[in-house]
C-alpha cells in the first residue's frame, strides 16, 4: 500500500510530469488563461491518462505479448489513445458544449499529449503491475491537473498586474511557468521512485 | 502463426475493439444540447440587423458555436466582442471593420410629413416597431427601436432618419498629481468597513475586467471613502469604483434592452407565421371553391350536352 501511495506522490510531485519532465506543454501553455477552462482540460486529460494507462497495459499485456509483437507497442497506444480521445470529445461535446468549444483544438491535441503515450511506455519500461500501472497514470493526471489549475490560477492574476510592456502576454507566461518549475524541483528527493 | 498474421490480428482486435466502443458512445450521446448557443446568444445585442452576414442574432450565435469569429457585430461592438472573448476563453480582438464601425447607439425617426404611408418599413421591422397603416402616415415607437437599420432602403421616399442618441463617457479617472502606483500595502483592506478588497477591486477595474470586479462584490461597496483616505499612494480608489459600478449598470441596460427586443423579434416571427397560416388557409379555401365552382360547371355542360342529345333524337 505504501508502495503505492509513494508511487502516487512521485508521480505527483517529485517526478511532475509538466514541470520536472517537460511534457505536455502544450495544453499546459494553451489551456492555462482560465481557470474554468483549465478545470475543464484537467478533467479531460484524467480520464484520458487514467484510462489509457489501464488499457495499454492490458493490451501489451494480453495482446501484444501472446502475439510475439511487444514492439508494435507505440502504434498499438497511440490507436489506443487517439481513440479514447475521440470518446471524450464525443461525451464532451454533448454534456458540456461550452467547454468543447472553449477547448476546441486542444481537446483532440490530447493525442498527441507526449505525457499520454509516456505514461504508457514508462509503465511498460518499468516492469508495474496493473495495479501499478493505473495509480501511476492517475498520479501523472493529478500532477499535471495540479500545476495546469495553478498555473491558470498565476495567469489570471497577471492579466490585471502592471507587467512591463514587452513582457506582456505569453512572454511573462512563460517566465511563470519557470518560476513554477524550479519551485517544483524542490519536491527532488522527497521520496525516491 | 507468422509474424505477418500476428501483426495484422492485433492491429485488426484493436481497432474493432476502438471502433465498436466509439461508435457506441456516439449512439448514446447523440442529442444536441442548445444551452451553448442560448449562451452566445444572449450576450449578442438581439438587434437582428444582419449586419454579421446572417440572418439575425441567433443563427451567428450558431455559427460563433461552431466555430464562427466573435468580431462581426457592429452593434454591440467593443463591448459584446469583450463578453463573447471572456465566455469562449479567447483573445480579444478588435471588430471586423468589413461588417461595419461601431457608432452610438441610434433610433430611427420617420420625417411623418415626408412619409406617404406605404408599409414598407413596417413589413421590414423585426420587432414591430413602427405603428401605421396603408396610406397613413407612420411613426417609430422609439422605446422599442433597436436601430438595426433595417427600415432605411425599403423606403422608397427616404423619410426615415437616425438619430443618434447622446451618449454617457465612461473612462478612468484622471492622474490627480499626488496620485502614485498602488504598493500592495493592504491598508485599504483593513480600513473598508464592508470587508472588500479595495485594491483587488481598483486592479480589475483598471485592467476593465468589470465581470470579475462584479464576482468580488463591488455592488456592495458603499463608497465611504475610507480607502482613499488611508492610501498611502493617494490613488482614488472611490471614482473606480463608481466608474466600475457604472460600467456594470450600463452594460446590465443593455443586456436587458436586447432581452426585451429578442422577445419582440420572437412576438413578430409568431405574428408573422400566424398570417401566413391564415393566409394559407384563404388560399386554400379559395381553391376548394374554385375546384367545387369547376366541378359544378362540368356537371351543368354534362346535363346540358345529354339534353341536346334528347332534342336531337326527338327531332329525328
Known amino acids: ?193 | 502463426m507468422s509474424l505477418f498474421g500476428g501483426i495484422v490480428l492485433a492491429l485488426l482486435l484493436l481497432a474493432l475493439f476502438c471502433g465498436l466502443t466509439l461508435a457506441y458512445t456516439a449512439q448514446k450521446f447523440s442529442q444536441q444540447d442548445t444551452s451553448l448557443v442560448d449562451q452566445i446568444n444572449a450576450l449578442l445585442p438581439q438587434t437582428q440587423c444582419a449586419q454579421c452576414s446572417y440572418p439575425g442574432c441567433r443563427p451567428y450565435a450558431e455559427a460563433i458555436a461552431q466555430g464562427e469569429a466573435i468580431n462581426k457585430c457592429p452593434p454591440g461592438g467593443e463591448q459584446t466582442i469583450s463578453l463573447l472573448a471572456n465566455l469562449l476563453d479567447q483573445e480579444k480582438v478588435a471588430l471586423d471593420s468589413n461588417y461595419g464601425q461601431q457608432g452610438p447607439v441610434k433610433k430611427a425617426f420617420i420625417r411623418e410629413q415626408d412619409c406617404i404611408g406605404c408599409t414598407f418599413c413596417i413589413q421590414a421591422c423585426p420587432v414591430d416597431a413602427i405603428v401605421g397603416a396603408p396610406q397613413q402616415m407612420h411613426t417609430v415607437i422609439a422605446d422599442e427601436c433597436t436601430g438595426c437599420e433595417l427600415c432605411l432602403p425599403p423606403c422608397p421616399v427616404d423619410c426615415i432618419d437616425l438619430i443618434a442618441l447622446p451618449e454617457t463617457e465612461l473612462s478612468l479617472p484622471a492622474k490627480s498629481l499626488t496620485e502614485q502606483a498602488c504598493i500592495r500595502c493592504g491598508l485599504c483592506v483593513d480600513a473598508c468597513p464592508v470587508d472588500l478588497l479595495p485594491q483587488q477591486l481598483y486592479s480589475f477595474i483598471q485592467g476593465k475586467a468589470y465581470e470579475k470586479a462584479a464576482s468580488h462584490h463591488l455592488e456592495d461597496c458603499i463608497e465611504c471613502g475610507l480607502c482613499h483616505a488611508v492610501c498611502p499612494s493617494h490613488i482614488p480608489l472611490v471614482q473606480y469604483y463608481q466608474l466600475g459600478k457604472s460600467v456594470l449598470q450600463h452594460q446590465d441596460e443593455q443586456f436587458q434592452l436586447a432581452h426585451h427586443a429578442q422577445e419582440r423579434f420572437q412576438q413578430h416571427e409568431k405574428r408573422l407565421a400566424r398570417l401566413n397560416a391564415e393566409q394559407e388557409r384563404q388560399r386554400q379555401a379559395r381553391s376548394k371553391l374554385a375546384a367545387n365552382a369547376a366541378a359544378q360547371r362540368e356537371l351543368i355542360r354534362a346535363a346540358l350536352s345529354r339534353a341536346r342529345g334528347r332534342q336531337q333524337g326527338d327531332q329525328q
Not at chain 1, 505527483?12 to 514541470?19: P, S
Not at chain 1, 475521440?86 to 464532451?92: A, G, H, P, R, Y
Open chain 1, 1 to 193: 500500500m505504501s508502495e503505492l501511495i509513494l508511487l502516487l506522490i512521485g508521480a505527483i510531485l517529485v517526478n511532475n510530469f509538466v514541470l520536472v519532465q517537460f511534457l505536455g506543454l502544450c495544453p499546459f501553455m494553451g489551456t492555462s488563461r482560465k481557470i474554468e477552462t483549465a478545470i475543464g482540460m484537467a478533467a479531460a486529460s484524467t480520464f484520458v491518462l487514467t484510462l489509457s494507462a489501464m488499457l495499454s497495459y492490458l493490451i501489451y499485456h494480453y495482446l501484444l505479448i501472446p502475439l510475439g509483437i511487444p514492439w508494435l507497442r507505440t502504434i498499438a497506444f497511440i490507436v489506443l489513445i487517439a481513440a479514447i480521445v475521440n470518446l471524450t470529445e464525443i461525451i464532451m461535446s454533448a454534456t458540456s458544449p461550452l467547454l468543447h468549444r472553449v477547448l476546441g483544438i486542444f481537446l483532440p491535441l490530447i493525442t498527441s499529449n507526449c505525457a499520454v503515450l509516456g505514461v504508457a511506455l514508462l509503465n511498460i519500461n518499468q516492469a508495474r503491475s496493473f495495479i501499478e500501472a493505473t495509480v501511476f497514470g492517475f498520479g501523472a493526471a493529478l500532477g499535471f491537473s495540479l500545476v495546469l489549475i495553478l498555473f491558470a490560477a498565476l495567469r489570471e492574476r497577471l492579466d490585471h498586474a502592471d507587467v512591463p510592456e514587452p513582457f506582456r502576454g505569453p512572454a511573462i507566461a512563460m517566465i511563470s511557468a519557470g518560476l513554477m518549475s524550479l519551485a517544483f524541483m524542490g519536491f527532488t528527493g522527497l521520496v525516491q521512485v
